[in-house]
C-alpha cells in the first residue's frame, strides 16, 4: 500500500480526524464521566455503597468492560470490518450512558456502567486507532494519532465544564456522555480501511476506496502474508512485542484511573477538605496539563521515536506521582497542584502522544486489531484493578501513599518499554 504510506494529507484524512475526534473525546467523557458521579453519589440514599473501595467498584465497572469489549470487538474488527465494529461500539456505550442516567440504585448502575464499558474498550483502541492509523500516512502516523488521542483530554475538560455547567446532576453527566449518539450516520459514511479489504480477498473495493481517497487508480493484490490470525499468534509469533505491551499498557492505565478516577477525592483530602465544586475545578486546570503533554509527545514521537517517548514520559509521570506524595506531607497547595498537573502533562503524554501511536505499528495488518484489543485489555485489567485497590489503600493509609503506589507502577511501565521495546519510527504498516 505505497500510495496510502507515501501520501499527503488530504481533506479526507481531516474528516477523519474530526468524526473520530469526536467518538475520543466522548470516550473520554463517558470514562471520566465516573470520578464525578462518585463524588456526587453521597447525596443520594439509595447509591450509598458503603466503603471507598464499593464506589471504586462503580469506577472500574466500565473499565472491566472495557476488558472483554476490547477482546470481543477487537477480534470483531479484524472479522467483519473496522467500520462496521467502530458503529457497533458506539452504539453500544452511548445508548447504554442515557438508559444508566435512569439507574435506581447502586447495582443498576455499576451493572449499566459495564455495558458503557463493552462499547467503549471495543471503540479503542482495537477499533479506532487501528482504523485511523491504516489510512494515515508513514511520515505523520504517530504525530496524527498522537492529535487524534489529544480528543481525550478535550473530551476530560468537557465533561468536567459539563458537570460544573449541570450544577454536579450526575444523571445529566451520564446523559451527556450518551449524546454521541448523534454521529453514528456520519460515521456510516466513512470509507471501509483498504487494508482490511485487502487481507479479506475484496481487491476491487479496496481498490475503489483508493482511487476516492487518494485519486489514484492502482491494481492491489492479496498479500502473500495474508490471513487470520488469533490470540495465540500473538504469543507465538509476537512473544517480545506482547509481552512489552502487556506490562506497559497495564501500568500506564493503572496509573491513568488509579489517578483520575480518585482526583476530586485525593484533592479534597489533602487541600483541607475543599467543597465538591472546588475539586471539580482543581480537576479540569489538571485536564488542561494533558493537552501540551500530547502535543510535546506528538512533535517527540517523529524526533527521538515511540520507544523513548513512551518510556520518558511514563517515567516522568511516575516521579510527578512520587513528587504528589512528598507535596502532601508539606500540605502545600501549591506542591500538590504542581505535581498533579506534572503527573496529568507526563501520563497522558505518554498514553496518547506515544502508545497508541506506537501500539498499531508493531503488528502487521491481519492481527493488528487482534493485537490492539489484546493491549486495551491489559489496560483494562490494570485500569479496572486500580480505583478498587486504590479505594482500600486510601482506607487505611491515606491518599498519599495511594499515589506513590500509583507511581511506583508508572515507572515499572517505563523499564519495561526500555528493556523490551523496539523503535518503529519511519517504518511502513506490514
Given at each position: 500500500m505505497?500510495?496510502?504510506?507515501?501520501?499527503?494529507?488530504?481533506?479526507?484524512?481531516?474528516?477523519?480526524?474530526?468524526?473520530?475526534g469526536?467518538v475520543?473525546?466522548?470516550?473520554?467523557?463517558?470514562t471520566?464521566a465516573?470520578?464525578?458521579?462518585?463524588?456526587?453519589?453521597?447525596?443520594?440514599?439509595?447509591?450509598?455503597?458503603?466503603s471507598?473501595?464499593?464506589?471504586?467498584s462503580?469506577?472500574?465497572?466500565?473499565?472491566?468492560?472495557?476488558?472483554?469489549?476490547a477482546?470481543?470487538?477487537?477480534?470483531?474488527?479484524?472479522?467483519?470490518?473496522?467500520?462496521?465494529?467502530?458503529i457497533?461500539a458506539?452504539?453500544?456505550?452511548?445508548?447504554?450512558?442515557?438508559?444508566?442516567?435512569f439507574?435506581?440504585?447502586?447495582?443498576?448502575?455499576?451493572?449499566?456502567?459495564?455495558?458503557?464499558?463493552?462499547?467503549?474498550?471495543?471503540?479503542?483502541?482495537?477499533v479506532?486507532?487501528?482504523?485511523?492509523?491504516?489510512?494515515?500516512?508513514?511520515?505523520?502516523?504517530?504525530?496524527?494519532i498522537?492529535?487524534?488521542?489529544?480528543?481525550?483530554?478535550?473530551?476530560?475538560?468537557i465533561?468536567?465544564?459539563?458537570?460544573?455547567?449541570?450544577?454536579?446532576?450526575?444523571?445529566?453527566?451520564?446523559?451527556?456522555?450518551?449524546?454521541v449518539?448523534?454521529?453514528?450516520?456520519?460515521?456510516?459514511?466513512?470509507?471501509?480501511?483498504?487494508?482490511?479489504?485487502?487481507?479479506?480477498?475484496?481487491?476491487?473495493?479496496?481498490?475503489?476506496?483508493?482511487?476516492?481517497?487518494?485519486?489514484?487508480?492502482?491494481?492491489?493484490?492479496?498479500?502473500?502474508?495474508?490471513?487470520?490470525?488469533?490470540?495465540?499468534?500473538?504469543?507465538?509469533?509476537?512473544?517480545?512485542?506482547?509481552?512489552?505491551?502487556?506490562?506497559?499498557?497495564?501500568?500506564?492505565?493503572?496509573?491513568?484511573?488509579?489517578?483520575?478516577?480518585?482526583?476530586?477525592?485525593?484533592?479534597?483530602?489533602?487541600?483541607?477538605?475543599?467543597?465538591?465544586?472546588?475539586?471539580?475545578?482543581?480537576?479540569?486546570i489538571?485536564?488542561?496539563?494533558?493537552?501540551?503533554?500530547?502535543?510535546?509527545?506528538?512533535?517527540?514521537?517523529?524526533?527521538?521515536?515511540?520507544?523513548?517517548?513512551?518510556?520518558?514520559?511514563?517515567l516522568?509521570?511516575?516521579?510527578?506521582?512520587?513528587g504528589?506524595?512528598?507535596?502532601?506531607?508539606?500540605?502545600?497547595?501549591?506542591?500538590?497542584?504542581?505535581?498533579?498537573?506534572?503527573?496529568?502533562?507526563?501520563?497522558?503524554?505518554?498514553?496518547?502522544?506515544?502508545?497508541?501511536?506506537?501500539?498499531p505499528?508493531?503488528?502487521?495488518?491481519e492481527?493488528?486489531?487482534?493485537?490492539?484489543?489484546?493491549?486495551?485489555?491489559?489496560?483494562?485489567?490494570?485500569?479496572?484493578?486500580?480505583?478498587?485497590?486504590?479505594?482500600?489503600?486510601?482506607?487505611?493509609?491515606?491518599a498519599?501513599?495511594t499515589?506513590?503506589?500509583?507511581?511506583?507502577?508508572?515507572?515499572?511501565?517505563?523499564?519495561?518499554?526500555?528493556?523490551?521495546?523496539?523503535?518503529?519510527?519511519?517504518?511502513?504498516?506490514?
Open positions: 505505497e500510495i496510502v504510506e507515501n501520501s499527503r494529507l488530504n481533506k479526507f484524512h481531516y474528516r477523519l480526524l474530526a468524526v473520530l469526536t475520543w473525546a466522548f470516550i473520554a467523557v463517558n471520566i465516573a470520578s464525578f458521579v462518585i463524588a456526587l453519589l453521597k447525596k443520594e440514599p439509595a447509591f450509598q455503597g458503603g471507598l473501595a464499593k464506589l471504586g462503580l469506577g472500574s465497572a466500565a473499565l472491566f468492560g472495557m476488558l472483554f469489549g477482546w470481543l470487538f477487537g477480534y470483531l474488527a479484524d472479522r467483519i470490518g473496522r467500520k462496521k465494529t467502530l457497533l458506539v452504539s453500544t456505550f452511548s445508548l447504554a450512558s442515557i438508559v444508566s442516567a439507574s435506581k440504585n447502586l447495582d443498576q448502575l455499576i451493572l449499566l456502567r459495564f455495558i458503557v464499558g463493552l462499547g467503549l474498550g471495543g471503540s479503542l483502541p482495537p479506532a486507532s487501528s482504523y485511523f492509523a491504516e489510512f494515515m500516512p508513514k511520515s505523520v502516523r504517530g504525530a496524527m498522537s492529535i487524534l488521542e489529544s480528543f481525550w483530554a478535550i473530551g476530560t475538560i465533561i468536567g465544564v459539563v458537570a460544573l455547567l449541570v450544577k454536579a446532576d450526575w444523571r445529566s453527566i451520564l446523559l451527556f456522555g450518551g449524546s449518539v448523534v454521529i453514528l450516520p456520519i460515521l456510516a459514511t466513512l470509507p471501509e480501511s483498504p487494508r482490511f479489504l485487502l487481507i479479506t480477498g475484496r481487491v476491487k473495493e479496496a481498490e475503489e476506496i483508493v482511487r476516492r481517497v487518494f485519486g489514484a487508480s492502482v491494481g492491489l493484490e492479496v498479500p502473500k502474508a495474508a490471513g487470520r490470525a488469533s490470540v495465540a499468534d500473538l504469543w507465538r509469533k509476537y512473544g517480545r512485542t506482547t509481552l512489552m505491551l502487556t506490562i506497559a499498557w497495564f501500568s500506564i492505565a493503572f496509573a491513568y484511573y488509579g489517578f483520575f478516577i480518585w482526583l476530586p477525592k485525593f484533592l479534597s483530602a489533602t487541600l483541607g477538605g475543599i467543597t465538591v465544586f472546588k475539586s471539580f475545578q482543581y480537576f479540569i489538571t485536564a488542561i496539563a494533558q493537552l501540551p503533554g500530547y502535543w510535546s509527545a506528538a512533535y517527540l514521537l517523529e524526533r527521538i521515536g515511540r520507544k523513548k517517548t513512551l518510556s520518558y514520559y511514563l516522568l509521570s511516575g516521579l510527578a506521582g512520587i504528589f506524595y512528598f507535596a502532601t506531607n508539606s500540605g502545600s497547595e501549591t506542591y500538590i497542584m504542581a505535581s498533579a498537573i506534572a503527573f496529568s502533562f507526563f501520563n497522558l503524554g505518554a498514553w496518547g502522544g506515544a502508545i497508541y501511536a506506537y501500539t505499528e508493531l503488528y502487521p495488518t492481527v493488528r486489531g487482534t493485537g490492539t484489543g489484546w493491549a486495551g485489555a491489559m489496560a483494562r485489567i490494570g485500569g479496572g484493578t486500580a480505583p478498587i485497590l486504590a479505594g482500600k489503600i486510601m482506607e487505611v493509609s491515606g498519599a501513599l499515589v506513590l503506589v500509583i507511581a511506583v507502577v508508572a515507572i515499572i511501565g517505563a523499564l519495561d518499554v526500555l528493556i523490551l521495546g523496539r523503535e518503529t519510527k519511519g517504518t511502513e504498516l506490514s
